[in-house]
């Protein structure tokens, strides 16, 4: 007997693909569509041609760089055609990368970067020697750009480890909810909870350390940032992540209200009925596009809450 190449595994999966979603060029139409509905993706190639490439291309292009990723386990297909092209046509290959991986065989040129580097490493191979993620500016990495700047043209493959500036983004974003707190009770009770849940991730052993290390640097870091920092690296979609968060927010609402109003159980479990259908109605949405649009605007909340900060006696904080 012959021992089959595990590459047949891959064909035999892409197959069924094809046969259950459409050809090649249907599901290139549609990644295509997706990927350009990214902001910063459109605006770059917006108005100019010949600026986004397809996967076909990878296999002939005279000089790619990859930014990011593991083809070779990510990305099967993609590994497969920058092998080729090595290989049938001397391809050049330049890596950028927080760990060794297989392609580097391959590679023509490679740095190793930190796992949280690849938006300053950008700004570096674009000409900023002072954003250099690297402990310090060595001839390696001076010689990788000056290598990449020889080339005519340069085809560019970048995961999903490079976000640019969404960790701005992120800390801006957890900078205005809490500055949208109604009192400082609520204020202080998310920023707890964040401070738990962030010590919660930072033991668990599937999540990235990049995504610990960005937590670690924001000093007052909300519960829905740390929430949705987990629910990102675990690829959860965000109408179901947003399904899970309101429904813990009503849960301890409910356990709470049972042990203060009092609330019986049995009416305790048909307000967490009601609630349910509701949440799960709220939650068949579309991401939010205008961040004008947003508001917790609960006048009645913010006075309560005002007066529950100066009470005598309180059982609970929030």
């Known amino acids: 007997m012959t021992q089959e190449y595990p590459l047949h595994r891959y064909t035999r999966r892409l197959n069924a693909w094809r046969q259950e979603f459409g050809t090649e060029a249907q599901l290139s139409a549609g990644l295509g569509a997706a990927v350009a509905a990214a902001a910063s993706f459109a605006r770059a190639i917006s108005g100019q041609k010949d600026r986004a490439a397809s996967l076909r291309e990878t296999g002939t292009a005279p000089a790619i760089l990859v930014l990011g990723n593991d083809p070779t386990e990510q990305h099967p297909l993609l590994g497969w055609n920058l092998r080729t092209n090595v290989r049938h046509n001397n391809a050049r290959i330049y890596l950028v990368n927080h760990t060794g991986i297989k392609l580097e065989r391959q590679a023509h040129e490679s740095l190793i970067i930190p796992q949280d580097g690849y938006a300053n490493v950008v700004r570096f191979l674009a000409g900023e020697d002072a954003a250099f993620p690297g402990v310090q500016l060595g001839d390696e990495a001076r010689k990788f750009r000056d290598a990449l700047r020889a080339e005519p043209t340069l085809l560019i493959v970048f995961g999903s480890e490079y976000r640019g500036r969404d960790v701005e983004a992120l800390q801006r974003l957890n900078e205005e909810f809490l500055a949208a707190r109604e009192s400082s009770e609520l204020r202080s009770a998310t920023v707890q909870m964040g401070f738990s849940m962030r010590a919660l ?24 940032c740390v929430w949705s920092g987990a629910a990102t690296s675990w690829s959860i979609a965000v109408c179901d992540s947003l399904a899970a968060y309101l429904w813990s927010w009503a849960e301890n609402q409910v356990l709470v209200a049972m042990k203060a109003v009092p609330l019986g159980q049995s009416s305790g479990q048909r307000v967490l009925l009601q609630m349910g259908a509701q949440i799960a109605q709220l939650t068949e949405c579309r991401r939010p596009g205008d961040d004008t649009k947003r508001s917790n605007f609960v006048p009645a909340l913010a006075i309560l809450s005002s007066q529950h900060e100066t009470q005598y006696s309180r059982l609970f904080r929030s």
Do not use: F, H, K, Y
Request: net charge negative.
């Open 201 to 224: 991730l930072a033991v668990l052993p599937d999540l990235p350390d990049v995504l610990i290390t960005v937590l670690q640097a924001i000093a007052e870091p909300s519960l829905p």
